[in-house]
């Protein structure tokens, strides 16, 4: 358990809906990182956040968007989806987000768009 | 867990055998590069890490070499397990830490 957590972890909806996935870092991490893993393009960087400040980003499309609160939880809100949105969404943490410090995967949350 | 990229690269190797997993990186600036384990149905696991200013970093049971010449990555596993069989990815980044790329992954299967 990599004390990262992430809801829901399944998730079904149809094209054109919008979803909104939920991750908790490890106590004490302050950065967050949101990733795409699918069959087709691997595993892609989306976006990064450190304490509650957007710090890089990555491959996410404009229909995407994350924030992360004051409690240093984050959500990463999926929009105007698309079959191929289809894929593991995971969040990971460190502790400041420099590159140089270990990230903690939590489990993803496996989105499915019919 | 349902698997991840059903078509990746296979590597079979015997149980107690060493095991090298290589990856080829697209950035000639990328100065640091991190190796991961995803574990069926589970999240990535960091291994291993390494800077461009070195070209051999040692942990435990894992080494990873860096050759910067030909951009290229090499992931060792000593005696290799059962427990080892996952898939192996390798990043890079640069700029410390702008936009992490993934490699597309190496399974690794250990035979008994």
């Known amino acids: 358990d990599s004390g990262v957590t992430q809801t829901p972890k399944h998730l079904i909806t149809a094209t054109g809906q919008r979803v909104t996935l939920r991750c908790s870092p490890r106590s004490g991490d302050l950065s967050v990182y949101w990733y795409q893993q699918s069959l087709d393009q691997g595993l892609q960087f989306l976006i990064q956040?450190?304490?509650?400040?957007?710090?890089a980003k990555g491959n996410i499309l404009e229909r995407f968007s994350a924030q992360q609160f004051p409690d240093l939880h984050s959500e990463l809100n999926l929009s105007s989806l698309e079959l191929g949105d289809s894929a593991l969404y995971f969040c990971?943490?460190?502790?400041?987000?420099?590159?140089?410090?270990?990230?903690?995967f939590g489990p993803g949350t496996r989105l499915t768009v019919l | 867990g349902e698997s991840v990229g059903l078509h990746l690269p296979t590597l079979s190797v015997q149980e107690g055998d060493n095991s090298i997993i290589n990856c080829a990186y697209s950035?000639?600036?990328?100065?640091?590069f991190i190796w991961y384990k995803q574990e069926s149905g589970k999240g990535p696991q960091f291994i291993i890490d390494?800077?461009?200013?070195?070209d051999k970093r040692q942990g435990q049971r894992v080494t990873v070499l860096l050759n910067k010449t030909v951009k290229h990555l090499s992931l060792q596993i000593a005696a290799t397990q059962p427990g080892d069989s996952a898939v192996y990815f390798c990043a890079e980044t640069y700029n410390y830490g702008q936009n992490f790329v993934f490699g597309p992954g190496t399974r690794l299967s250990v035979l008994p």
């Open positions: 956040y450190y304490n509650g400040e957007e710090r």
């Open positions: 950035n000639s600036a990328s100065d640091y």
């Open positions: 990971a943490s460190s502790v400041d987000g420099r590159e140089n410090n270990e990230q903690f």
């Open positions: 390494i800077r461009s200013n070195m």
